[in-house]
């Protein structure tokens, strides 16, 4: 999601309010853009929603980028969700504040991959080029999303008739991808 200042802000979790009597934040992972920041090509993650322990401040807000910065410490896993304390906001009555607020994080904080993979969410709404036949393109439609599965990543498209096509995310069926010209070219195989 695009911010007024122009840079792109992934939401990576939702704040559901404290927990416990020692004043815990506990926070639910929003699954969907939490696996998009997986690299594709990368074994996933077993627990993906670790992933926001990875970054020790994060920036609250209803909408990107947030309105305020809060550092965590003390993360841990629980029960489908992420208990993290808040040294800032010691006061368990305090931290209901937060509620409903949403962790954005920028682009740009996000490690450089190597040639040849991308963070999921840079391939959503990519338009995909079928250039099977030689001399020929035909659109398939607009990634839509990204699964992964136990082999490898699978881009899911949406046709122009309202349809899906499940192309599979590898070398054999991917001949480029191209975020600057918002494309990715596919070679169709026998059956897809």
Do not use: C
């Amino acid at each position: 999601m695009r911010s007024e200042d122009g840079a792109t802000w992934v939401a990576l979790g939702r704040v559901k309010g404290p927990s416990g009597v020692r004043g815990d934040l506990r926070v639910i992972p929003l699954a969907p853009d939490v696996v998009r920041l997986l690299p594709s090509r990368d074994p996933p993650f077993r627990f993906p929603e670790a992933r926001l322990l990875e970054f020790p401040v994060w920036r609250l807000g209803r909408e990107p980028p947030g309105e305020r910065e809060v550092r965590w410490t003390e993360g841990r896993l629980s029960g489908g969700g992420i208990l993290v304390r808040v040294p800032e906001i010691p006061l368990r009555e305090d931290l209901q504040i937060l509620a409903g607020m949403r962790i954005w994080f920028s682009d740009a904080l996000l490690p450089e991959l190597p040639e040849g993979s991308f963070y999921w969410f840079r391939l959503l709404g990519l338009r995909v080029l079928d250039v099977t036949d030689p001399g020929s393109v035909a659109e398939l439609g607009e990634v839509r999303e990204v699964l992964a599965t136990g082999s490898n990543d699978v881009l899911v498209v949406a046709t122009a008739d309202s349809s899906e096509r499940l192309l599979p995310f590898i070398h054999e069926t991917v001949e480029q991808v191209d975020p600057l010209q918002g494309i990715i070219r596919v070679r169709l195989m026998p059956g897809l």
